[in-house]
């Protein structure tokens, strides 16, 4: 019996992470109560498999970047920001887009967390990103430039498949629930590669 049990937790292949947890943590860059990207969190965490784990960030806290609060010590917020990130197996990020590029509050909460003490909270850090708009295009260049901030930190972002979700209104019930069956199945898919993305660097 024992021995069943341990190869139930092991794998047929001896490997004990293939069913462990993941732990994740999640940024929504609008801090509106109606917002579609709060609104898209939201539908991550009902479709999220057991194995899956997800923490959300509260940005709303966390105080313009200023290199002076920032000599005086980092803000606590900074440090539990900072400390997440680091024991997080997979960050979410779900932006919106402003003015072709990400909001402020989500480049204002990379920019905190790329701040020594080093390694930074970036370095070798799995990252899905996500985001939904009302226009057709779905947040494709926040999206473009999000991947390209990321990157300069060394943050590896999941390549495949992107999740940009345009017309947003007609993909949201009144109840702000994701609605579309074409968009649910595109964000289990998601759900799923997100997750095999971070097992690739798991323990690592
Ligand atoms: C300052 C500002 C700039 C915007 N620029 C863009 C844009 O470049 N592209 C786009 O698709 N939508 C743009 N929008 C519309 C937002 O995508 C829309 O307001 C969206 O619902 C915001 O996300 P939220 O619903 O999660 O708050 C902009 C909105 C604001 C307030």
């Given at each position: 019996m024992f021995y069943l049990l341990q190869m139930a937790q092991v794998g047929s292949h001896g490997?004990?992470?293939?069913n462990s947890t993941i732990q994740a943590l999640a940024f929504v860059g609008s801090l509106r109560v109606a917002s579609y990207n709060q609104a898209l969190l939201r539908a991550v965490i009902e479709r999220s498999p057991r194995e899956l784990e997800i923490d959300v960030f509260n940005l709303a806290p966390l105080p313009f970047y200023n290199a002076d609060l920032e000599a005086d010590g980092d803000p606590d917020s900074v440090l539990t920001l900072k400390s997440k990130i680091h024991s997080s197996d997979l960050v979410f990020i779900v932006t919106p887009e402003y003015n072709q590029g990400m909001s402020a509050v989500t480049k204002n909460m990379i920019d905190w967390a790329s701040r020594?003490?080093?390694?930074?909270?970036?370095?070798g850090k799995p990252v899905a990103i996500m985001g939904t708009t009302?226009?057709?295009?779905?947040?494709a260049a926040a999206q473009r430039a999000l991947r390209e901030c990321l990157g300069s930190n060394n943050a590896r972002v999941m390549p495949q498949p992107r999740l940009l979700l345009g017309g947003a209104s007609s993909l949201f019930g009144q109840d702000f629930k994701l609605a579309d069956e074409a968009a649910i199945e595109r964000l289990e898919k998601f759900i799923s590669s997100a997750i095999e993305w971070a097992r690739l660097f798991q323990g690592s």
């Amino acid at each position: 019996m024992f021995y069943l049990l341990q190869m139930a937790q092991v794998g047929s292949h001896g490997d004990d992470m293939t069913n462990s947890t993941i732990q994740a943590l999640a940024f929504v860059g609008s801090l509106r109560v109606a917002s579609y990207n709060q609104a898209l969190l939201r539908a991550v965490i009902e479709r999220s498999p057991r194995e899956l784990e997800i923490d959300v960030f509260n940005l709303a806290p966390l105080p313009f970047y200023n290199a002076d609060l920032e000599a005086d010590g980092d803000p606590d917020s900074v440090l539990t920001l900072k400390s997440k990130i680091h024991s997080s197996d997979l960050v979410f990020i779900v932006t919106p887009e402003y003015n072709q590029g990400m909001s402020a509050v989500t480049k204002n909460m990379i920019d905190w967390a790329s701040r020594p003490p080093r390694p930074q909270a970036w370095d070798g850090k799995p990252v899905a990103i996500m985001g939904t708009t009302p226009s057709p295009l779905g947040t494709a260049a926040a999206q473009r430039a999000l991947r390209e901030c990321l990157g300069s930190n060394n943050a590896r972002v999941m390549p495949q498949p992107r999740l940009l979700l345009g017309g947003a209104s007609s993909l949201f019930g009144q109840d702000f629930k994701l609605a579309d069956e074409a968009a649910i199945e595109r964000l289990e898919k998601f759900i799923s590669s997100a997750i095999e993305w971070a097992r690739l660097f798991q323990g690592s």
